[in-house]
């Protein structure tokens, strides 16, 4: 079975902090994703990364970079959190295996900025 | 621009009668079209998903869902539902030959099955 880990399930941060978030998956997948999730608002893309160093924005990348320097680890960085980044934050990988190869996700983490 | 809609925020069933949450979808092109279920406190599994063929899909736990291109739907269905079913349900969609591998979800239903 695929698995997606995170590194922490609940996180409280400081205003102004910088926080990284880490997200490891095993199945030796291409593509990884960043979404945050919000009630009502369903989940939205942060960023995604299709190989090791390469990295695109998604529809929300506004206070958040990444890094991906092995092709198991992707990263979420808050430069300078603040209280709007508070969240539920999930990360998922996907194969290149066919166009139709669905999302696994982790656990996910809940941040609350204070 | 791709997007996905699910009109009801939430869903009301009781045990062992058939439930039904709805999706429909607007792509460019022939859509990949995904169901999941998040749990309280989880990440999102997934459920099934439709790339081509046969309309009715049939994927997790007893979950279907159709596929109607002329509606542009793809509602999620079990016949009989358990209590057990309470979650989370997001439907998602890719465009075919979309590169990016970006998929586009719902707001999301919560479905609550009551004994």
């Known amino acids: 079975d695929v698995k997606v880990t995170q590194s922490s399930r609940y996180l409280v941060k400081r205003t102004g902090e910088k926080v990284f978030l880490e997200c490891v998956q095993d199945m030796d997948h291409e593509n990884m994703f960043w979404y945050r999730q919000d009630p009502g608002l369903g989940l939205r893309l942060i960023y995604f990364s299709y190989d090791v160093k390469m990295k695109e924005k998604g529809d929300i990348p506004e206070g958040y970079s990444v890094s991906r320097e092995k092709k198991e680890r992707f990263s979420l960085i808050l430069e300078s959190a603040s209280t709007n980044q508070t969240s539920m934050y999930l990360c998922?990988?996907?194969?290149?295996?066919?166009?139709?190869?669905?999302?696994?996700f982790g656990p996910g983490t809940r941040l609350t900025v204070t | 621009a791709q997007s996905v809609a699910q009109p009801e925020d939430q869903v009301n069933v009781a045990e062992g009668n058939p439930l039904t949450v709805k999706c429909t979808y607007s792509v460019s092109g022939n859509p990949y079209l995904f169901w999941y279920v998040q749990y309280p406190n989880r990440g999102l599994q997934f459920l099934l998903k439709?790339?081509?063929?046969?309309?009715l899909v049939k994927g997790s736990y007893g979950f279907e869902a159709e596929f109607n291109k002329s509606q542009t739907s793809f509602h999620l269905k079990k016949p009989s539902a358990l209590v057990s079913d309470s979650a989370l349900y997001f439907c998602?969609?890719?465009?075919?030959?979309?590169?990016?591998?970006?998929?586009?979800f719902g707001s999301g239903t919560r479905l609550l099955v009551r004994p």
């Open positions: 439709y790339i081509t063929g046969d309309n």
């Open positions: 998922a990988s996907s194969s290149l295996a066919g166009g139709g190869s669905e999302q696994y």
């Open positions: 998602a969609v890719r465009a075919f030959g979309d590169s990016s591998y970006k998929l586009i």
